[in-house]
């Protein structure tokens, strides 16, 4: 996953600006590019400025700061007052990424300035995978980033739901799940038969209401040129025109862009599009600026639509104007595409920390190309909405900087703790957080839970760090003292035990008796006495002692230790989840556990 720009805000100002330009010394709007030149990049000169040209990063930091805008809305679509997270920040927008991809050495350049310009949060929705912390452009970046006071939040990546595809799992980083939230945007597949399937779309074009066409699978039209792999797939040039003309074909997912597959069928003269989902994507949909009439289905409901094609000799279909829809109570729920835990690179630490809205978000787009990004669409839009981890990730650096702006005293690590022990696991029915289809998720999928923000300015305990905590938990990792002078001049102890980082989720892995874990909560509240509630994981006992801590004053840290111990039966391998509560009656602190029975 890349991204055009880094993005920084600097909160607690009434002022709202992004500035862009073709000096490299504005602090507004900056850009890197000598690491993708050293790697023989030939840069666009006309793209050799701070300037968006793909999208990605003006949805992104208008989504953590950008200011309110009555009106907002993509054709008319999901219409009102558009905001960021942080509306009265002032951005910073580093352009560290080009069309060829992102260069290490640019991202170094990027995070350098944007601590050097004295942003309070960074947005960071980069990522890809490293086999080290060391050569990880964010994750070094981010560690000095964290060094300075700043918050680093991150993109957890688009490879779900795929288990141990998370990525940014540097245990300094914020690192964000993607989910949706109660609006969607839907168009539905009528078939000729009466059948009704719905289906998500964002077409800015409608076929008459009610108006039936012929209906094609477009494995069954290739043109002459191509064949039938590509064919259902609708890739580029493989319709045949003559069979798909005035009629309304299937295309299955994958490969190819899905926008994309809409603009071939319709330069093969398709009146409408049905885009059916894979077995993987399940019942996985996002709304897409369609080029045509289209909508998009799941793959149960895919497969009926084929089906009634094969069964019938004159198959036809129409597909219904697209209607934005609020108040959907399973929200929030997973999205299929985010990645999944359990972290693979330091499996003592969970990832991604918490989710946030990633699915069907609206927010301020560029210009400088058209809704689809194809050359051959000439429709060019203020707003876009988009999908992804990307889109996720800005809306925690928002709730971030609001926090910053309250407690402007807190450290990275604190205001991390408040933004993930506040998060909730139940969607709006009340139900734990699941999938687009109805599988409940753990932990592994998001975090420790949806953000909440009102209840993250005010959390009551957080788990706090400093940065020897951090090389503590780089120490973990074995690195020889050579490696460790990259974060800095630290003599690591003779035993690091990964479990003991006071890491505000609480991970234990390859556990085959009892396992003491430690840690400190600060009260940042007023005082009071807080009552532990320790719900184990199946196949767990387990106790903290002691069960109650009484805070006199702000400030204040306490030690607890958790106890673990294998049930005797011992009939539970693998992954286990529970949960650890501290509660005064007012706050409830929660931290997800994950134990690894072996």
């Known amino acids: 996953m890349t991204c055009e720009h880094l993005g920084g805000l600097v909160v607690g100002s009434d002022v709202v600006k992004i500035v862009f330009g073709t000096s490299r010394k504005l602090i507004g709007a900056r850009y890197f590019y000598q690491g993708a030149e050293a790697s023989g990049v030939k840069i666009d000169l006309k793209e050799m400025s701070p300037r968006d040209y793909e999208g990605h990063g003006s949805h992104t930091l208008s989504t953590a700061g950008g200011s309110f805008v009555p009106g907002a809305s993509i054709f008319g679509y999901g219409k009102g007052i558009a905001k960021g997270g942080s509306p009265h920040a002032r951005v910073a927008a580093y352009k560290v990424c080009w069309k060829e991809g992102c260069y290490g050495s640019d991202i170094l350049a990027g995070f350098d300035a944007a601590i050097s310009d004295g942003v309070d949060v960074i947005s960071c929705s980069i990522g890809g995978p490293y086999p080290d912390l060391y050569s990880d452009s964010t994750a070094l970046g981010a560690f000095f980033a964290v060094k300075k006071g700043i918050v680093v939040v991150a993109s957890g990546g688009n490879d779900g739901p795929t288990p141990s595809t998370v990525e940014n799992v540097a245990p300094w980083l914020l690192t964000v799940a993607a989910s949706t939230m109660d609006r969607d945007f839907f168009s539905s597949a009528i078939l000729g038969d009466k059948t009704q399937f719905q289906g998500t779309s964002l ?24 064949n039938t792999a590509d064919a259902v797939l609708c890739k580029d040039n493989s319709l045949d025109p003559s069979k798909v003309g005035g009629k309304i074909v299937v295309c299955f997912r994958g490969a190819n862009d899905r926008v ?81 835990g359990p972290n693979k690179f330091q499996p003592g630490i969970l990832k991604p920390d918490v989710t946030a809205p990633g699915v069907n978000i609206l927010a301020a787009y560029t210009e400088a190309t058209s809704a689809s990004g194809a050359a051959t669409d000439k429709r060019i839009v203020p707003y876009m909405i988009v999908s992804g981890t990307s889109m996720s990730c800005p809306h925690v650096s928002g709730i971030v900087g609001l926090i910053k702006s309250l407690h402007p005293d807190w450290s990275p690590a604190a205001i991390k703790s408040a933004v993930m022990t506040t ?82 989720s609480i991970t234990v892995v390859n556990v085959n008796g009892p396992t003491t874990v430690n840690r400190k909560v600060k009260n940042v509240g007023t005082p009071g006495t807080y009552t532990a509630e320790f719900i184990p994981p199946v196949g767990v006992t387990g106790s903290v002692e002691p069960n109650k801590l009484t805070f006199g004053k702000q400030g204040e840290q306490q030690a607890f230790k958790v106890v673990i111990k294998p049930e005797a039966s011992g009939n539970s391998k693998g992954y286990t989840f529970g949960q650890l509560i501290w509660s005064d009656g007012k706050h409830s602190v929660r931290s997800p556990v994950v134990v690894q029975l072996i």
Not at 203 to 226: E, H, M, Q, R, T
Not at 285 to 296: E, K, R, S, V
């Open 260 to 340: 994309a597959k809409g603009i071939e069928a319709a330069r093969a003269g398709a009146v409408g599009m049905i885009l059916a989902n894979d077995e993987l994507s399940g019942d996985a949909l996002l709304a897409d600026p369609h080029f045509l009439p289209a909508t998009h289905v799941s793959y149960n409901f895919g497969q009926l639509v084929y089906k009634y094609i094969n069964s019938t000799k004159n198959p036809t279909a129409s597909i219904t104007a697209v209607k934005a829809v609020t108040g959907i109570k399973t929200t929030p729920s997973m999205a299929s595409f985010s990645s999944r």
């Open 203 to 226: 077409s800015d074009k409608s076929l008459p209401d009610g108006k039936f066409y012929p209906l094609i699978n477009a494995a069954d039209v290739p043109a002459p040129a191509s």
């Open 423 to 504: 998060a909730r696991i139940t969607n709006d029915n009340g139900t734990t957080i699941s999938e687009g289809g109805g599988n409940q998720m753990t932990p592994f999928a998001y975090g420790a839970g949806e953000t909440r923000p009102n209840s993250a300015a005010d959390p009551g305990l957080v788990y706090d760090m400093a940065i020897d905590d951090y090389l503590n938990a780089i120490c973990s990792l074995g690195y020889n003292a050579t490696i460790m002078k990259i974060f800095g001049n630290y003599e690591c102890p003779k035993d690091v035990n990964l479990a003991d980082i006071n890491y505000p």
